[in-house]
């Protein structure tokens, strides 16, 4: 299915590894020219050139903390001055700290709130104008199915995450007469690097080998089985095209059905 992307602009922010690095690759294939930023300056050019070369697009990357409201404007800039405009933008971060309560003191909360929601809020405030006066634009949230069905042992993503479906389902309404689409999409367990992460810090929590957690998220999904980070990223594709042009403000879980709420 061809989307219509080919030579979209797209913006992929923590795209070196896991679901940032499966959109990017999703957007490629369909033709997108793209700007991605990471951290980690050896995995960002390793995921550039990975995808430049199975894809045949563009591929430009900026090393980046997101995390620092320095850096941020300088992600877009770069993209703007590299190709002239954005039409699509997608925020997404690496997530904050597993924990509870107790163990965060405010810092770790300032931390999580600069990375995950200042981020968003910042990233969409640069590329804003652009995509009015073209009248075009795609805005996709990578949140998390906590946002719907809190996760045990994760407050700050818990929390946070849920400031920016607040945001942008607000601002949604706010730019739909433009022709700017606001979606969030919500990962639940999915094969990446993050969900490693999470298993490691449960495991260490309660004693327990990894594999027994995972194998323990497994046996909460209904369809027995960890999610590909390239199942996820198709959504994110279609949602960034012109087929999905009367879709907006909405918060999609691609959780093999692991939210157990009607909505």
């Known amino acids: 299915m061809d989307l219509g992307l080919r030579g979209k602009v797209a913006l992929v922010a923590a795209a070196s590894r896991g679901l940032g690095r499966a959109i990017a690759l999703e957007l490629g294939a369909e033709g997108a020219k793209l700007v991605l930023c990471a951290r980690g300056a050896d995995a960002l050019a390793s995921a550039r050139d990975m995808i430049a070369s199975r894809t045949g697009v563009e591929v430009h990357s900026v090393v980046a903390d997101l995390?620092?409201?320095?850096?941020?404007?300088?992600?877009?800039?770069?993209?703007?001055?590299?190709?002239?405009?954005?039409d699509i933008l997608v925020t997404n971060a690496g997530g904050p700290p597993a924990g509870v309560f107790e163990t965060h003191d405010w810092d770790a909360w300032q931390r999580a709130v600069n990375?995950?929601?200042?981020?968003?809020?910042?990233?969409?405030?640069?590329?804003?104008?652009?995509?009015?006066?073209?009248?075009?634009?795609?805005?996709?949230?990578?949140?998390?199915?906590?946002?719907?069905?809190?996760v045990d042992n994760l407050i700050l993503s818990n929390s946070v995450r849920s400031a920016v479906t607040g945001f942008a389902r607000t601002w949604a309404n706010e730019v739909a007469t433009d022709g700017i689409t606001v979606n969030n999409i919500l990962p639940g367990y999915t094969r990446t690097e993050r969900v490693e992460e999470l298993a490691d810090a449960t495991a260490k929590k309660e004693g327990r080998p990894r594999a027994e957690i995972l194998a323990r998220f497994e046996q909460q999904i209904p369809m027995r089985r960890l999610g590909e980070p390239q199942e996820f990223a198709a959504l994110a594709a279609f949602l960034a095209s012109d087929r999905a042009s009367y879709i907006t403000g909405q918060s999609i879980a691609v959780d093999g059905g692991w939210i157990k709420s009607l909505l």
Do not use: C
Not at 69 to 84: W, Y
């Open 115 to 150: 990375l995950t929601l200042r981020s968003a809020v910042e990233l969409t405030r640069s590329v804003l104008p652009g995509m009015r006066e073209r009248k075009w634009g795609r805005i996709i949230n990578v949140t998390s199915i906590a946002v719907k069905q809190p």
């Open 67 to 86: 995390a620092d409201p320095s850096q941020l404007e300088r992600v877009s800039s770069e993209a703007i001055d590299k190709f002239g405009q954005v």
